[in-house]
Structure formats: C-alpha cells, structure tokens
C-alpha cells in the first residue's frame, strides 16, 4: 500500500456536524465529502464505531477495503467463535445464535443485518490508501475511487490481512497456505499444520476427519493454552491415539515440492507431504500506522500508543478499535473486549467538539 508520510493537521474550526460538500473555489464541481468521522475498516468494531457516531448524531463513512466484516468472510467455512453470541454482539443488538456458541455463518448474518437495518454508510470494496494533514485542519483521506475529508479518523483495521510468515525456503509454494478454509480438498492428501492455536487445531481435526494424513509441527512442548476446551481433549487424544502424528519444540526447515524437513529435539527429520497449512498467526499493518505517525514500542510487541480511556494515538484526532490496538500481542484483543471502544472514542470525539465550539 502506498501511503504518504502523514502531516499533522491543524484544527483550524471545529468539524462538521453533518456531512459537508466541499466545493472548488473556481468551479461548482463537487470535489470531496467532509465527514466528522472516517471509520478505517468494516469489522465488526468498525461497525460498532459506525452505530455509536450515528446514534450521536455524528456524520461519519466506513471505508473497507474488502466485503462487509472481510475477516470473519475470510475466516474457516466451518469455524465455531469462542464467545457465546452475546459477547460479540454490537451496539446493544441482540445477536440470536443457534447453539451456545455462534459459528461463522451467523455472525456473518448478523453483521449483516445490523448494517443494513441500521442503514449504515459502508463503502465496500474501496480500500484507504493515503491519510494527509487537510489544508484546513483534519484529515484528507484517499482511496482508489475518491478523496474525502474528516476531522477525526477511527483506524479498525484489525490484524488477519497480514500473516506471519515462517521465513523459510519453500514458503512461496503453491501448496503452502496461511488461511484454511475448508477440509474436502485435503481428502486422502498428506497435511502438515503448522501452529497449535485454535486456528491449528480445528485444522488438523476437520482434515483428519476428511481422510487425510495430518502431521503438526509445534513450537512449543504442548498444545496451545488458548485452545477452546471444549476442543483441546479432542486434539490431545488423537495425537496420543497416533491418528494425528505431532512434533512438539519442533520447526519446520524447508517446503519442497513433495516432501518437508522439520527441525526435531532429535534432529532434522525428512516426511513426505503434499499440502502445508501454516497457520502462525497474524499482524496488524504496522508499516500504515507508522506512517499516519502512530508509535509503536520499540519491543517486538509493537504496541501502538493509545491512550486506553479515550483510545486517541499519539496523533490528536487519530484513534485506534479493534484488535488492531495489541499490536504482536494479537490475542489480547478481541470482539468481547473491544466493543466499549466504540462508545470511549464517540465520547472523546464529543467532548472535544464540545470545547471548540
Ligand atoms: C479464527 C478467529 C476466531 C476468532 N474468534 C473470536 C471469538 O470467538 N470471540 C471474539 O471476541 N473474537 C474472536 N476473534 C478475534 C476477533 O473476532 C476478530 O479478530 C475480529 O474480526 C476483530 O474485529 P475488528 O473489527 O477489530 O477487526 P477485523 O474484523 O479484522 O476488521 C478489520 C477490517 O479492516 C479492513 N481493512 C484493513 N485495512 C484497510 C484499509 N487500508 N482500508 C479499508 N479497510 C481496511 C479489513 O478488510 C477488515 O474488514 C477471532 C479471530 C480469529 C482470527
């Protein structure tokens, strides 16, 4: 993505409480929409940014570079959220589930149906790939398509655009994937799953139970701690049974066309395998917060600086929602926890007119 290094802007007059159709000085041409709000990804906390500014009587747009809640489309055709229904739902809708918890298809239907009934303003399909200091204070925020003005910007973009890579010969394969969907094409195929989070293990199960062979190469000595347990002992006695064969303080060493090597406690290992699911993990886009100004700590964590009572960066006028907040730390945050930042940023936004005008 190509942003230009941002510029602070200089708040010259309040923002608008309405959107404001800016106009050429030489001609009557429409040249941009001035919003109080530009909400920077359509997720679930970018929604609920969008219902909280609409129910304050903000003006306010939703930019998302891909379908409505891109993640949670991209996420396994088959996945079960860890939350019951409740705690992931937004803006005080109530989120009806099925079962205890809701799986993938219901949250898609239900973040569905509160932006379209709450007639939200999405643009979808238009990803944000510029932010600069406007010539009048806020923000000028381009994309592909248009160029818009706000005087706050909300960035929600999450984190599951960007996997970690396992920086390792034969990474770039064919064969080599960061994002399971589902399990029929793994059929009677030779798997290797790399990782034992959640995502790792509803991996190797679902292939497992559609014939294929399945090896886990594992970094640390056990199963992960976070796994859902209600899956863990399922997990846990395939590979004591020896269905799913595991390498735990392992690696994977290199990806060749028809077999990979893992680094073992015992040595380097050689085993045939047709397909590699590597799911590793995920990272928020470090390089466009740094270049809207955001800090980041220096540690491997790369924090964003936010303040946590009104979620504001660094940069006046710029906040963080959403996962996007943890930085490495991609666990910390999720739709459970970070649904309130919504309601602190609207505040702050609010307050901050109020003292201007
Ligand atoms: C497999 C999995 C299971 C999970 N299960 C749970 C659970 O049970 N409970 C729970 O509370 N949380 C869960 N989480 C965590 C959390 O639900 C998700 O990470 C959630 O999607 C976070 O919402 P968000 O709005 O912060 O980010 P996202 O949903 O990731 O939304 C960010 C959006 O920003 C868009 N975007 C990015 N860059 C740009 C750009 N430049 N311009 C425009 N748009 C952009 C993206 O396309 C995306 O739609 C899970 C996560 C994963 C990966």
Request: glycine content about 8%; charged content about 20%; proline content about 7%.
């Amino acid at each position: 993505m190509n942003v230009p290094l941002f510029v602070r802007p200089v708040r010259t007059k309040p923002p608008s409480s309405g959107p404001e159709l800016i106009t050429s000085p030489y001609s009557a041409t429409l040249m941009t929409t001035k919003y109080d709000i530009i909400i920077v990804g359509g997720g679930p906390i970018g929604i609920s940014c969008g219902l909280a500014a609409k129910k304050a009587g903000l003006s306010y747009l939703i930019l998302e570079k891909g379908c409505l809640v891109n993640s949670l489309y991209n996420y396994p055709l088959n996945m079960t959220f860890f939350s019951t229904s409740e705690k992931i739902e937004i803006g005080g809708i109530p989120f009806v589930s099925n079962n205890i918890k809701p799986t993938r298809n219901e949250a898609l239907e239900y973040y569905r149906r509160v932006a379209v009934s709450n007639r939200l303003d999405i643009h979808l399909q238009e990803p944000v790939t510029a932010v600069r200091g406007a010539e009048n204070g806020g923000f000028e925020v381009e994309t592909p398509r248009q160029k818009y003005t706000a005087g706050n910007l909300i960035i929600a973009t999450g984190f599951y655009d960007i996997p970690v890579n396992l920086q390792i010969p034969g990474e770039n394969l064919p064969k080599v994937t960061h994002y399971y969907k589902e399990p029929h094409f793994y059929a009677m195929e030779k798997v290797v799953v790399v990782g034992a989070s959640n995502s790792a293990v509803d991996a190797a199960l679902e292939t497992l139970r559609k014939g294929a062979e399945v090896t886990m190469i594992v970094r640390g000595p056990a199963i992960g701690n976070r796994v859902k347990y209600w899956v863990k002992p399922d997990i846990e006695n395939r590979i004591k049974e020896g269905s799913v064969k595991a390498y735990f303080n392992s690696t994977l060493k290199e990806i060749r066309e028809r077999e990979v090597d893992i680094d073992t406690p015992d040595g380097v290992i050689t085993i045939p395998n047709d397909y590699v699911i590597a799911l590793t993990g995920y990272q928020p886009n470090f390089s466009f917060l740094q270049q809207l100004g955001i800090q980041l700590s220096p540690d491997e964590k790369k924090e964003p600086s936010y303040n946590p009572d009104t979620m504001e960066t660094n940069i006046g006028h710029i906040y963080l929602a959403g996962v996007v907040c943890g930085g490495m730390n991609t666990h910390l945050w999720f739709i459970e926890n970070s649904r309130d930042h919504a309601d602190k940023i609207i505040s702050s936004i609010l307050h901050q007119k109020a003292l201007v005008s």
